[in-house]
């Protein structure tokens, strides 16, 4: 058993998403394609200083999780976002997030 496994599925997923969303090149990638609504994959390299096969090791992170999705033109593919995907994660994230604000916490330990 691997140690992420004694953690709920939510926070496993939480966890995928944030590790994801965790390389600037990736955010920059979702905010093109956001931008341009779709494009094709040397489209995205050409907007980067990152080479193509880096952008692919990039798209293919993003593509993984569901963030985005490709078809196949030709010799092309033809990347989106998957807005059902991302929606599912940014209310996954928020619920997670509202939790902590909610907790009523006074860390102050100066004494006086």
């Known amino acids: 058993m691997k140690k992420t496994e004694i953690f709920s599925n939510d926070l496993q997923d939480i966890s995928n998403f944030a590790r994801?969303?965790?390389?600037?090149?990736?955010?920059?990638?979702?905010q093109y394609l956001a931008n341009c609504k779709s494009c094709i994959s040397?489209?995205?390299?050409?907007?980067l200083p990152l080479s193509r096969s880096t952008v692919s090791q990039h798209l293919a992170e993003l593509k993984t999780l569901g963030l985005i999705q490709g078809t196949i033109e030709g010799l092309n593919v033809n990347y989106c976002l998957n807005i059902q995907i991302i929606r599912k994660y940014a209310a996954m994230m928020e619920e997670f997030l509202s939790q902590l604000i909610q907790t009523d916490i006074?860390?102050?330990t100066q004494s006086q």
Do not use: E, F, K, Y
Not at 20 to 30: F, T, Y
């Open 42 to 47: 040397g489209d995205i390299a050409d907007q």
């Open 106 to 108: 006074n860390c102050n």
């Open 20 to 30: 994801v969303l965790s390389h600037p090149a990736r955010l920059s990638i979702l």
